[in-house]
């Protein structure tokens, strides 16, 4: 069966980089994109990027352009994102998300990545 | 930037009938296909409504999806609405630039 596994809970000092893993199983990896999407405590979930395993080629929200980094190793069919220069306001659960044909449709879920930012 | 609206929350009885909006801020929301997301607390979202107005295997047949044009809105409509189907309600698309969109969530409470 499908199943996007991710990487355990982080907390990270302002300023600092966080590297979050989403390991895919039970299907072909380079087949299908992933995207990234975040929800900060008690807000509306946020579309951060995609990444096409294949190629591999990536696309940014505009707002995280020059903050934000996805990548992959095909051997291990697991997708990276590495947000850097956090503040408190990137605080919040991580999400890749699995999208079916490019389509923008996100079949399948990883269980998210509580990152907490704080002095 | 395209953006989607929806309503902060919507509250119907069991057995009832909700219909939830989500409308385009600009061009036509006809234009790339709508997904409606579920989402209960603690848990990631699920899909309910995927291309404007397809299900996805195993869920109801309550749940339906459409789009009017003549409004640049997207619906979700849920029929015979259960107490299990309170939860937060995600409507999401992309623009012309092939940036994701979500809408802001509807809060849905069976009461």
């Not at chain 2, 219909?19 to 790339?32: D, E, L, M, P, Q």
């Not at chain 2, 603690?42 to 899909?47: D, H, I, L, N, Q």
């Not at chain 2, 789009?67 to 809105?73: A, K």
Request: aromatic letters at 12%; hydrophobic letters at 30%.
């Amino acid at each position: 069966q499908v199943q996007l596994v991710q990487s355990g809970a982080e907390v990270k000092r302002p300023g600092a980089s966080v590297k979050v893993s989403c390991k895919a199983s039970g299907y072909t990896f380079t087949s299908y994109y992933i995207h990234w999407v975040r929800q900060a405590p008690g807000q509306g979930l946020e579309w951060m990027g995609i990444i096409n395993p294949s190629v591999p080629s990536t696309s940014y929200a505009q707002k995280f352009q020059g903050r934000v980094t996805m990548t992959r190793d095909a051997s291990t069919s697991t997708v990276y994102m590495e947000l850097s220069s956090l503040t408190s306001d990137d605080t919040a659960v991580y999400y890749c998300a699995r999208d079916r044909e490019g389509s923008f449709y996100f079949d399948y879920w990883g269980q998210g990545t509580l990152v907490t930012v704080s002095s | 930037n395209f953006m989607l609206t929806q309503p902060h929350s919507v509250s119907e009885s069991p057995g009832k009938t909700v219909t939830i909006s989500c409308t385009g801020s600009s061009g036509s929301i006809a234009s790339n296909y709508v997904q409606w997301y579920q989402q209960r607390p603690g848990s990631a979202p699920t899909t309910v409504i995927y291309e404007d107005n397809q299900r996805p295997s195993g869920v109801p047949d309550r749940f339906s999806g459409s789009i009017d044009s003549s409004s640049n809105s997207a619906s979700l409509s849920i029929s015979g609405l259960k107490t299990e189907d309170e939860a937060d309600y995600y409507c999401q698309s992309y623009d012309n630039s092939n940036q994701g969109v979500f809408g802001g969530g509807t809060k849905l409470t069976v009461l």
